[in-house]
């Protein structure tokens, strides 16, 4: 039984050639990874300062805002009221940490993926080589990006931000690839019957027909990567996902369970405002205010 | 006229086509069996015709003809795997990519029959779609986009989606998308099948109205052979992939090169397809005589009086002697026969035909009328 559960403790032959390039690439491409580290450092350092520079009424206030414009009345009511509960439990500064790792993380997920997504779409031999990958990325337990993530960078966030770009970047690949190739194709034969360059029929039918979809990708993967953020922690990303696991490490429920509330208040307002942009708003900002001033006026 | 578009024998396989499976249909073989055993399907067969400048020529057949697969090799979208498609003197095969798409932007329109319409943009957005590929600044082409919106009779509806609008609103956004480039050629797609009969109507009307303002080119695809009769100049017949025949209405009906062209008008009322001139007769009796003279006395028959130039004048009833043409019915070329039947049921005598300047072609009887509908059907 021991016997079998030392070997179980040893990499495999795979498991050796990996531990191997990834000796390798730390012996010969220190510089890569370094130039890699301070920029996405100054990234997210950037981030945090510009959230954190709005005092916390005027932040959840702007979100309100944001959330009336393109949500619901209802849901500005939630903002204020969650962001309050978040600044009661003095999480305040965890959740802005949390936030700017999501934005620097899905930002990155984004400025990569859409243009990856845009390409399968072209090439089918780009797809081939694309798709397995994604696959890959998808079904790998979250927990293996740590690994390598801390032999290249260490700790901190600059790792927490790799591993999360990686976990959260397949869904917007897949559905502007999707969304792309189902544009019907009658659009397309109404386009190039126009006289269509390869790029104006990208631009112009294609790309605004597929938009839908492909906000449906950007949503999900700004939930991966808030979702991963938060696992993060156990390498050092700091923020909310902190809290979670030193409660976890504590045994300590409340406060395990004050750091959950965060996230998932942090969810909700992250993945409504997101989604906001997928589809057509019911109704317009105007006919809201309007049903607004009558409530207001009849009350 | 100059033909604006020729095709010359024109050959489209999907599926892996090569020119051994082109040369055994030449020489006979069933385009069934290549389909069952090589996968291939045979589009479109050494099709040949030529399309006249400013003229509407209606390509007509049943599903799975080829008909739209010919339309496509007109722009270009279909390529074909042989035989040569000319527009306005020059051949798409020569053309590299971007010179055909100039073609596209500047010289041929589609109008689809799904209407293809983009629902992301506006109804002018869509109308303005053209010029926009064609690089058109945005003062202009909204300009001439909405100038074709209310051409359409849309101009309303500017600021809508399209699937606000119903079906045949949708078309005229479709056909004002087409217009405001203001092409010499104008493709359409079965552009009303997808319509109400209604509205279809309408449609065919506002085409022929358009028509008649500015002459273009066009070439509709149509599985409505009363839609071709109503609205062709000309009508090529397909039936599985090959052209069975190509004219005018009147002579497919008149002149039937074969059985399945026949079998195509065998439902088709025939009064409203013939024209008067396909009927006339000439007048019952010629004489020439001056001024002054006596009339010749001829027994019983009207006679007919032209001046020198043929130029009808008036008739003279037996018994009653002299009646100006003002107070005649005559009926005037181009007219169906349909149309002619009230004409010359109420008349007291055969009713004289008139061509453009007024000159006498003939009479028709109401025997002549009766026999010519019998004939025909």
């Known amino acids: 039984m021991t016997l079998i559960l030392a070997a179980a403790h040893q990499p495999g032959w795979l498991g050796q050639a990996i531990d191997l390039s990834v000796e390798w690439l730390l012996a010969n491409a220190q510089g890569l990874f370094d130039l890699i580290k301070v920029s996405v450092l100054a990234l997210v350092s950037v981030t945090e300062m510009v959230l954190e520079w709005p005092p916390a009424w005027m932040f959840a206030l702007i979100t309100a805002a944001l959330g009336f414009w393109r949500v619901n009345g209802g849901f500005a009511l939630f903002v204020l009221l969650g962001f309050n509960l978040v600044l009661s439990m003095a999480l305040w500064s965890e959740m802005i940490a949390t936030l700017s790792l999501v934005i620097t993380a899905s930002g990155l997920a984004l400025l990569i993926g859409l243009p ?14 694309v798709r397995p990958c994604l696959d890959l990325m998808q079904t790998m337990p979250a927990f293996v990006y740590l690994i390598p993530a801390v032999m290249l960078f260490s700790t901190g966030a600059v790792p927490s931000i790799l591993a999360t770009l990686i976990f959260a970047m397949p869904p917007v690949v897949r559905l502007t690839h999707l969304g792309i190739i189902q544009v019907p194709d009658d659009l397309i034969e109404a386009g190039r019957s126009f006289g269509c360059s390869d ?3 990208l631009w112009k039918v294609q790309m605004p027909s597929a938009i839908p979809t492909v906000m449906t990708g950007v949503n999900q993967t700004i939930m991966l990567s808030l979702s991963m953020v938060v696992i993060a922690s156990m390498i050092g990303g700091g923020g909310l996902g902190d809290v979670v696991l030193r409660g976890i490490q504590q045994l300590d429920v409340g406060m395990g369970f004050e750091g959950g509330i965060a996230v998932v208040i942090l969810a909700v307002i992250l993945d409504r405002l997101s989604q906001s942009f997928a589809g057509r708003r019911g109704s317009s900002l105007q006919q809201r205010l309007r049903a607004w001033m009558a409530v207001w006026r009849s009350s | 006229m100059q033909s604006e578009i020729s095709i010359e024998s024109v050959w489209k396989l999907f599926g892996k086509s090569s020119a051994e499976l082109i040369e055994q249909l030449r020489s006979g073989a069933d385009p069934e069996d290549l389909h069952a055993s090589r996968g291939v399907r045979a589009a479109v067969q050494d099709v040949s015709m030529e399309v006249r400048a400013g003229e509407i020529f209606v390509v007509m057949g049943l599903s799975g003809s080829g008909k739209s697969t010919l339309l496509r090799m007109l722009n270009g979208l279909i390529s074909p795997c042989e035989g040569e498609v000319t527009v306005k003197g020059r051949s798409l095969n020569s053309m590299t990519a971007p010179q055909l798409a100039e073609l596209r932007r500047h010289q041929m329109a589609m109008v689809f029959q799904s209407f293809a319409l983009f629902p992301h943009r506006n109804v002018l957005e869509n109308a303005a779609f053209g010029l926009e590929v064609a690089g058109i600044a945005r003062k202009a082409r909204t300009d001439r986009a909405m100038q074709a919106l209310e051409r359409v009779g849309l101009a309303a509806e500017a600021r809508k989606r399209p699937r606000e609008l119903s079906g045949g609103m949708q078309q005229r956004v479709g056909l004002a998308r087409a217009l405001a480039l203001d092409p010499p050629i104008l493709l359409m797609d079965e552009a009303f099948s997808a319509l109400d009969p209604l509205i279809r109507k309408d449609m065919q009307d506002l ?11 066009v070439v509709f695809i149509s599985h409505d052979l ?3 009769i109503r609205i062709g100049d000309r009508i090529a017949l397909m039936q599985a992939g090959r052209l069975l025949q190509c004219d005018t209405a009147q002579r497919l009906l ?6 399945e062209v026949r079998r195509f008008f065998r439902d088709v009322d025939v009064a409203s397809v013939l024209t008067v001139e396909a009927i006339v007769q000439p007048p019952p009796r010629l004489s020439v005589c001056d001024v002054g003279e006596p009339l010749p006395d001829d027994g019983g028959v009207a006679m007919y009086v032209t001046d020198r130039l043929q130029h009808f004048r008036g008739l003279i009833r037996p018994g009653l002697g002299w009646v100006d043409m003002a107070a005649i019915k005559t009926l005037s070329i181009g007219t169906s026969v349909k149309a002619a039947i009230d004409v010359v049921a109420t008349s007291s005598e055969p009713v004289p035909v008139l061509d453009d300047e007024q000159r006498l072609l003939g009479v028709i009887s109401a025997r002549q009328l009766l026999l010519a509908m019998e004939a025909g059907g």
């Open chain 2, 226 to 228: 009363d839609e071709a």
């Open chain 1, 116 to 129: 990856l997504g845009i390409l399968s779409a072209r090439s089918r031999l780009v797809w081939r080589l």
């Open chain 2, 254 to 259: 008149q002149h039937p090169a074969n059985n």
């Open chain 2, 207 to 217: 085409l022929l109205d358009l028509q008649a303002e500015h002459r273009r080119t």
């Open chain 1, 199 to 201: 790029r104006q029929l």
